[in-house]
């Protein structure tokens, strides 16, 4: 699979990847994690990139679409992993050309940063014919401003859409 690792932080998941993947796109925005990236995949400089941007809905100076990333790709197979801070179900939305491409698509998303984005990303998948499962048990999210019954949330959904 071609990985996309979106919020990568330290990129720990990447580099569980790095061997089995065909190529990674690493993106995080935060300034502090662009030396250790550059550092702990300089060995796989030709397998790994790392984009220094948001992952959004619309390309800007700070944000890079996956629409924009990959549309001359066709009928590849891509590992999308995102934990972008509640920016995800943005992302779905802004990006439907790439997820309804003929890629086969196989997801892992963090559900946990909006009291209903489990919910509202499902059915957004749901449409666009992914089939999905979300993790086991529910957790809590302490850090929403606007904290709200039910206070546990579903963490990740996972899903996938052949062609």
Known sequence: DIVVDAGCAEALFAL???EKAK?????????????PLQ???A??????????????GENSEN?????????????????IKMDIEGSEESVIQGNKNFFTSQNKIKLACCTYHKVHHAE???SLLKD????FEFSDG??????????QPPYFRKGLIRAIRTI
């Open 138 to 147: 529910y957790m809590l999210f302490p850090w929403d401003k606007h904290q």
């Open 63 to 79: 944000t890079i679409t996956l629409n924009s990333l990959f549309d001359k790709f066709s009928e590849e197979s891509f590992f």
């Open 39 to 41: 550092a702990t995949f």
């Open 16 to 18: 569980d990847s790095v």
């Open 43 to 56: 060995p796989f400089k030709d397998k790994v990139t790392i984009i220094q941007k948001f992952l959004g």
């Open 120 to 122: 509202t990303i499902s």
């Open 23 to 35: 190529h990674i796109y690493l993106l995080e925005s935060d300034v502090i994690w662009h030396k």
């Open 128 to 131: 666009m014919g992914y089939k």
